[in-house]
Each structure stands twice: as structure tokens, then as C-alpha cells.
């Protein structure tokens, strides 16, 4: 896979170089070019935004920029089986679904906004030419986009085959079965008088899988019921909803 991210802060972006992601980089498994939008302005004071039509408090990012530059970027649409995403407060809510989606684009170009967004005709240009989402972390208000790509990515490039080293990390995370995860233990067996609970030590794997599953199914009701209301009829047996 090969990531593009546009933006007028690209030492935002230097954090995909570490870790994981930069051994999936080292490793040939993805591709990451970062860019200046303001290599694409033409004036002095290299502009990227202006005032919004209609008035109101803030700056909107110019179309001409953007158009330039996505242009550059993307390259000839028929070599190009590139998705667009514009991370936005306004956008619709990433989730793990939406990351599972993304790992099987051959291209991913993130269009980062600052400021009160980017002239909307930009999005409508090019969901005219590829596909574009418009994507929310989540329901608070960041300064730009850069941090919500960091998060994308980082959710994305996990789950191409090869990043982890244990693909059932990926296979059992929180929100593969629609469940949050269960709590973990190591050693020791006690730890400032708190114990591990004595099932994970038993050997008996079937009561180990019902326990873990018995916690994750609590820790989900209690702290994301609205996750729990929204399985599918048959995600729960009559084990699970004795819980
Ligand atoms: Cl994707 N961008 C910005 N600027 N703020 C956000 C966001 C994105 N998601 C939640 N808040």
C-alpha cells in the first residue's frame, strides 16, 4: 500500500516513521511520501486559505491549491486505484469497519484541512473521479487533520497482512466480534495483594474462553452499551446472555 498525506505541517506527520509503522516502511509492506501544500502555491505569501463566502468567523482552504496539488499527487486517475480522505469533525465516524475497507485500496491520500476546512467543491471534484470519505475520529474538535491521519493510518497499516507479527492480535482485538476486550495478566501471580484471577492459571482453556468472554461481554455493557444493542440477533448465545 502507498499512503500520500498532504498538509501545510508536514513534520506533523513524523511520527509514521516510528515503530511499527516505520518497520512496515523498512520492510517494504507500505509506502509513505508526506507533502507541502504550499508547493503548490504560486503567490508570495504562499496562501492556502481565505475568507468564507457568506462571512463568519475562520479561514476556508483554498480549491486552486488543493487542486493542484491533489492533481499532482493522485496522478492520471486510470494508474491510480487511489481512495481520497479528508479528515473532518464533519465527517462520518472511522471505525475498525471502515479500516478493514481501506487495507484492500492499492493508494490512500489524505487531503489534511486547517483551519474551517477546505472549499467543499474540492471533496465534490474528485468523488466525481474516485472514491472520497469524508472522516471524523470522533466527536470532539481537533485544530487540523494531521493527528486524526496518525490514527488512521496507524489503524489501517496494522492490519495489512505482514505488520503484526501474530495475526490473531489483529483477529482478537476489541471490536472484531463487536466486544470490547476483556482484561489481561501477567506475572506475578500477586501483585500488591491483588491476585490474577485463578482461571487463567487453571490450564482449562474452554473456562478460560468463557471467562474472557463473560468479562468482555460485562466491560461492553457497562462502558458501551450502545455497542452491545447493536449486534446482530445472533452474535449472543444463551451462555452469553446469562451474563
Ligand atoms: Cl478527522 N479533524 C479535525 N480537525 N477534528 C476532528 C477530527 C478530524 N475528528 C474529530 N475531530
Not at 484492500?104 to 468523488?127: K, M, N, P, T, W
Not at 474452554?206 to 471467562?211: K, L, M, N, Q, S
Request: aromatic share 6%; with cysteine.
Amino acid at each position: 500500500m502507498r499512503i500520500d498525506v498532504v498538509t501545510i505541517f508536514p513534520s506533523y506527520l513524523a511520527p509514521l516513521r516510528e515503530a511499527l509503522l516505520g518497520r512496515a516502511i523498512d520492510r517494504g509492506l507500505i509506502e509513505v511520501a508526506v507533502h507541502d501544500l504550499r508547493d503548490w502555491t504560486h503567490d508570495v505569501h504562499q496562501a492556502v486559505d481565505d475568507s468564507p463566502y457568506g462571512g463568519g468567523p475562520g479561514m476556508v482552504m483554498k480549491p486552486q491549491v488543493w487542486g493542484e496539488a491533489l492533481d499532482s499527487v493522485i496522478g492520471p486517475v486510470i494508474d491510480s486505484p487511489a481512495r481520497l480522505v479528508v479528515p473532518t469533525p464533519a465527517g462520518r465516524p472511522f471505525t475498525q469497519q471502515l479500516a478493514h475497507e481501506w487495507t484492500s485500496a492499492e493508494r490512500l491520500v489524505f487531503a489534511c484541512g486547517r483551519y474551517e476546512g477546505i472549499d467543499q467543491r474540492v471533496v465534490d471534484h474528485y468523488a466525481q473521479r474516485m472514491p472520497v470519505d469524508e472522516v471524523s475520529i470522533g466527536d470532539y474538535v481537533l485544530v487540523g487533520g494531521e493527528v486524526a491521519v496518525l490514527v488512521m493510518v496507524e489503524a489501517v497499516v496494522r492490519l495489512l497482512p505482514g505488520v503484526l507479527g501474530n495475526p490473531r492480535s489483529a483477529a482478537e482485538d476489541s471490536f472484531s466480534d463487536g466486544l470490547l476486550e476483556g482484561p489481561a495478566y501477567t506475572r506475578p501471580e500477586v501483585w500488591r495483594d491483588l491476585p490474577v484471577p485463578p482461571v487463567l492459571r487453571s490450564g482449562d482453556h474452554a473456562a478460560v474462553d468463557r471467562w474472557r468472554r463473560d468479562r468482555a461481554l460485562e466491560r461492553t455493557a457497562r462502558l458501551r452499551p450502545d455497542l452491545l444493542a447493536a449486534l446482530p440477533p445472533d452474535a449472543l448465545d444463551e451462555a452469553d446472555r446469562a451474563v
